[in-house]
């Protein structure tokens, strides 16, 4: 089994800053590419920023120039560096990874969840 355990969701003022976490565990093998996605009641779940293994990564138009993805591979943790938040930016976010077990198989994987809400 393979768990994506998040943090560092909260509420921050417009304008602050949020840096969130999500640590791969389990019968993982080798990572692909890792992400977040995030979703507000009632809308799909849209793609914030991902990584691949070589370091190369896409963002959505919204976030670009203001989040920033980077991953551990050592640690199997990818964490999302949130500047200059709106309100607009208010969503559950998700830990996202693309991986293959020890038995070979490949996989999505999705975490618990994380609220981020910016608010005054």
């Known amino acids: 089994q393979v768990q994506l355990v998040e943090s560092g969701g909260g509420l921050v003022q417009p304008g602050g800053s949020l840096r969130l976490s999500c640590a791969a565990s389990?019968?993982?093998?080798?990572?692909?590419?890792m992400g977040w996605y995030r979703q507000t009641p009632g809308q799909q779940r849209d793609l914030v920023a991902e990584?691949?293994?070589?370091?190369?990564?896409v963002y959505a138009d919204s976030v670009k120039g203001r989040f920033t993805i980077t991953r551990d591979n050592a640690k199997n943790t990818v964490y999302l560096q949130m500047n200059s938040l709106k309100p607009e930016d208010s969503a559950v976010y998700y830990c996202?990874?693309?991986?293959?077990?020890?038995?070979?198989?490949?996989?999505?994987?999705w975490g618990q969840g994380t609220q981020v809400t910016v608010s005054s």
């Open positions: 990584i691949y293994t070589g370091g190369n990564t």
């Open positions: 389990g019968t993982i093998f080798y990572i692909n590419y």
């Open positions: 996202f990874v693309n991986g293959q077990e020890a038995t070979g198989s490949w996989s999505n994987y």
